[in-house]
């Protein structure tokens, strides 16, 4: 390759597609054909699947395929700390299941109300650190904002 030719490509600013003959729309489209427990393997080819991976673009068209996952929600107090945390079960690729942390999120209340809605759980009550004392988590990232 000439270095004119290299140079051109290093200051291109668009990330180069791993698949260029497709649409971004038909990656997204197989994505969200693929188990959910394998999204932790693509996300390490590129920060463009990463990005892919981790949208609500991918989620939507999830949804309209009826390609929707369960996920199973845990709160565990640590009886060393009296502090509750929450947990997501997820489903590895070769069919075992581990409880992972999710980070993200404040301790959870001791008596807390946990209400799912759709793709978000809401958390009424015995929040100290939350001034609202109510938070949404969006399950599809993992995430939490102030009710």
Same mark, same amino acid.
């Given at each position: 390759?000439?270095?004119?030719?290299?140079?051109?490509?290093?200051?291109?600013?668009?990330?180069?597609?791993?698949?260029?003959?497709?649409?971004?729309?038909?990656?997204?489209?197989?994505?969200?054909? !693929?188990?959910?427990?394998?999204?932790?393997?693509?996300?390490? !080819?590129?920060?463009?699947?990463?990005?892919? !991976?981790?949208?609500?673009?991918?989620?939507?068209?999830?949804?309209?395929?009826?390609?929707?996952?369960?996920?199973?929600?845990? !709160?565990?107090?640590?009886?060393?700390?009296?502090?509750?945390?929450?947990?997501?079960?997820?489903?590895?690729?070769?069919?075992?299941?581990?409880?992972?942390?999710?980070?993200?999120?404040?301790?959870?209340?001791?008596?807390?109300?946990?209400?799912?809605?759709?793709?978000?759980?809401?958390?009424?009550?015995?929040?100290?650190?939350?001034?609202?004392?109510?938070?949404?988590?969006?399950?599809?990232?993992?995430?939490?904002?102030?009710?």
């Amino acid at each position: 390759m000439s270095s004119k030719t290299r140079s051109t490509k290093e200051e291109s600013s668009e990330p180069p597609s791993l698949i260029p003959s497709l649409p971004e729309d038909i990656i997204v489209d197989i994505l969200a054909r !693929v188990g959910r427990c394998y999204y932790p393997k693509l996300s390490l !080819v590129s920060k463009h699947f990463r990005s892919l !991976v981790t949208s609500h673009e991918l989620y939507a068209r999830r949804s309209l395929l009826g390609c929707t996952e369960h996920s199973l929600y845990v !709160v565990l107090c640590n009886k060393e700390n009296d502090n509750h945390y929450c947990y997501v079960l997820y489903r590895k690729a070769n069919g075992n299941h581990s409880l992972v942390l999710i980070p993200s999120l404040p301790k959870m209340p001791r008596r807390g109300g946990f209400v799912a809605v759709g793709s978000r759980i809401y958390v009424f009550g015995g929040f100290k650190s939350v001034p609202q004392n109510a938070i949404s988590i969006d399950s599809k990232r993992c995430t939490s904002c102030l009710v």
